[in-house]
């Protein structure tokens, strides 16, 4: 149980990499910037077992302010975001709590029609990984991927921590299950660190081939709207502004954007044209290519990993 | 360390919710409503009026506008008492002039306290519902049972007593509830409630004592929540009314009928420099082809007899 008894410093998960003078990464067709939309779609349950460490609730059950808010987000907002996302040409990838699979296999059905990426998010979003052993964490996230596997026939890739509760291992286990599941086809990149604008290598203990790819707490609009309390125009316009600087630094060397999403904020009647205009806004742009977390990580360690790990070990000396 | 293996356990891992309350439904799905007049958004204007005890206890939280200071909170008691003695007026003013026909929800204790206002809402015509008795008397979970059957027979019986209406809504204090609150207020002749958050449309909630239909109440709109919790300008929450009508409107050409729900409180929106934004978004709406302002309980029947 090494690293669970002493807390780190640094997770040491990544070297300093100064953004400057970074090898060039090159998107496909040229584009300066890889776009790409997340929808969390979450289930969080009414009465979940209790965590030592997190509480669930602010109320004594039922809670039913904060349940029944996320529960609009699978009844309501979901298709919304669907039929927007359709309009503009993005195929969502989606964080899931992947007891939703049973929960409301009619959700995912949609998603796959589509053609959508799935990735883990965990079972459910009021299961925290706190307090967790290192073998029931490993459960929890094997029993995640098996779930997205055995309902899409996806080789989950990418990871994002329910609830974003982790551990020391989180990283490393997502990454073992994923190899001992789908060898290098699964768990080779995390939404679970906001340290770059553009992907980056991540060491883990079993030194797998595995990036970080940005998914931006910034642009995420639970932060937006329920943390920093933004109105939605604002929000729109910082969408905007937000692409605007990533797409003219990706001239030099390609960058990420990511728009991650919940359906019970930003597809709220009073939020969609907001939300809209900057869709179609960044759509709108020339070189941009619209893709996928899962498509990005790919390309990244194929093709640009080599490379930034040697930069990164040359500048670190 | 690890946790008790419960938590990697899940036993309402399977299809639909995981409680028995409501059926899994997603709106898309759902056959598309009609309004009278082939209106596009029935428009629910949703009044609430509240009393705010000085003396709260804030038992088991305190409600949201609630006293913030040490006793006694004379600055948050009078200015919430400012909404019943002038800002309703305004707002009365407001419904008038654009033909509004809004929905009141009252504390059954400002009944009891202020029997003009009382009178001068009754006389309108419009449907009053039942916001609890108080805004520190909390529905919550854990509470007491007949204790809580006390509360909502009392809240229930004394508004239908002094109203001279049938009062077939309910709204809890805090949109808070205890987990028998629906069977008690399904007991009590109540039809309707409007705590849950989770929908844009009407929908069917089950109970031990008879159906109950959650109406679609929306709070991220509410005047309360996006100037007094967000903190956003009044130009902001106009501007968010706005967009809602535009999405819904347009949402309907596909969906069938829609909602608009405004929640708003007289104490909020009646102050001098907001009413003007709540008589633009009266406007705006009003303005529009295929609405149809209609009372709580009007959006509820005209649903509920499209239902199988």
């Known amino acids: 149980m090494a690293g669970r008894s002493e807390m780190k410093q640094d997770p040491g998960f990544y070297d300093y990499w100064p953004y400057e003078n970074r090898p060039k990464i090159e998107w496909p067709n040229d584009a300066r910037i890889a776009f790409w939309v997340a929808p969390n779609i979450e289930f969080y349950e009414l009465n979940p077992p209790a965590n030592p460490h997190r509480k669930a609730w602010p109320q004594p059950s039922p809670a039913l302010p904060g349940y029944s808010i996320r529960d609009y987000g699978n009844r309501v907002g979901h298709v919304r975001q669907m039929e927007l996302l359709d309009k503009y040409g993005i195929r969502g990838s989606i964080s899931l709590s992947t007891a939703l699979c049973d929960h409301h296999p009619e959700i995912i059905e949609m998603c796959a029609q589509r053609d959508w990426e799935f990735f883990s998010h965990g079972i459910y979003n009021t299961r925290y990984t706190y307090g967790m052993s290192e073998e029931q964490e490993r459960e929890m996230i094997r029993d995640s991927m098996e779930t997205i596997h055995r309902h899409t026939g996806q080789k989950c890739a990418g990871y994002l921590a329910p609830a974003l509760s982790h551990s020391e291992l989180t990283l490393d286990l997502f990454a073992e299950v994923g190899t001992a599941l789908f060898g290098d086809e699964g768990g080779f990149y995390t939404c679970d660190l906001f340290h770059d604008d553009q992907p980056t290598p991540i060491n883990t203990r079993s030194g797998k081939r595995f990036a970080s790819i940005p998914y931006s707490l910034e642009m995420n609009d639970t932060i937006a709207y329920v943390v920093n309390k933004i109105e939605p125009r604002r929000y729109g316009q910082m969408l905007k502004d937000n692409f605007d600087r990533l797409y003219a630094e990706g001239a030099e060397s390609g960058t990420v954007m990511c728009i991650p999403t919940h359906n019970y904020q930003v597809s709220c009647p009073h939020r969609m044209k907001a939300f809209e205009e900057a869709l179609e806004y960044i759509t709108g742009h020339e070189d941009v290519w619209v893709t996928t977390g899962r498509e990005i990580a790919r390309h990244f360690i194929d093709n640009h990993q080599d490379d930034c790990l040697a930069d990164i070990s040359a500048r670190g000396a | ?278 008589e633009e978004a009266l406007a705006y709406i009003t303005g529009k082809s295929g609405m149809w302002s209609a009372s709580a309980a009007e959006i509820m029947q005209c649903w509920q007899q499209q239902q199988d």
């Open chain 2, 1 to 278: 360390m690890a946790l008790d293996q419960e938590y990697l356990q899940y036993p309402h891992r399977s299809h639909g919710m995981d409680h028995d309350r409501y059926e899994w439904s997603m709106l898309s799905e759902r056959k598309p409503v009609t309004w009278p007049g082939e209106a596009k958004l029935a428009l629910w204007v949703n009044v609430c009026l509240q009393f705010f005890p000085l003396d709260q206890q804030g038992k088991p939280f305190a409600v949201p506008g609630g006293m913030t200071m040490p006793y006694p909170d004379l600055r948050h008691f009078s200015l919430r008492d400012y909404g019943n003695r002038v800002g309703i007026y305004r707002f009365l003013r407001a419904f008038e002039q654009f033909g509004i026909k809004p929905t009141y929800a009252m504390n059954t204790q400002l009944a009891e306290r202020a029997p003009y206002l009382l009178e001068r809402i009754a006389a309108t015509g419009d449907e009053i519902l039942c916001h609890g008795w108080n805004m520190d008397k909390l529905h919550y979970g854990g509470m007491d049972k007949s204790e809580e059957e006390e509360l909502v027979q009392r809240s229930l019986s004394r508004l239908r007593e002094l109203s001279g209406q049938a009062v077939t809504g309910w709204i809890s204090p805090a949109r808070n509830e205890s987990e028998n609150t629906p069977e008690l207020l399904a007991a009590s002749g109540v039809r309707y409630f409007c705590d849950w958050v989770n929908d844009d449309m009407p929908y069917r909630f089950n109970t031990s004592a008879g159906d109950l239909v959650a109406m679609p109440l929306s709070n991220e709109l509410e005047d309360r929540f996006v100037l007094m919790n967000n903190l956003h300008s009044e130009q902001s929450w106009l501007e968010q009314v706005c967009d809602a009508c535009d999405f819904l409107m347009e949402e309907s050409q596909t969906g069938g009928g829609r909602v608009l729900a405004l929640n708003i409180h007289p104490w909020m929106l009646g102050q001098p420099h907001r009413i003007g934004k709540l």
